[in-house]
């Protein structure tokens, strides 16, 4: 294991020790909680950026219009997927 040192502004280290205090945890525990969080989220999107580079602009397009399509029936304004990217990387 090893030891890291950080420099945290006052308010924030204040907010660090409360969150860790109600998750009954100590900061340290925490930090590396969230350490993992981010490193989990840098892969997941490390993965899916390769995988996208891989892939057709034109399938992908067609999965996210799906995705809108389940989350607002089909007829609510397009979010940044499909319809809205429609044009720009074609």
């Known amino acids: 294991m090893s030891t ?23 900061v340290n525990k925490l930090m590396e909680e969230l350490c ?10 490390t993965r899916f950026r390769a995988l996208a580079a891989r892939g057709s602009v034109k399938d ?15 007829d609510g304004p397009k979010r940044r997927t499909g319809e809205a990217l429609r044009g720009a990387g074609d």
């Open 36 to 45: 993992t969080m981010a490193l989990t989220q840098h892969d997941a999107e």
């Open 4 to 26: 890291l040192t950080i420099r945290l502004p006052d308010d924030t280290h204040a907010r660090m020790k409360a969150l860790a205090r109600g998750r009954a945890i100590s």
């Open 60 to 74: 992908g397009l067609r999965v996210l219009d799906k995705l809108d399509a389940g989350f607002d029936g089909g």
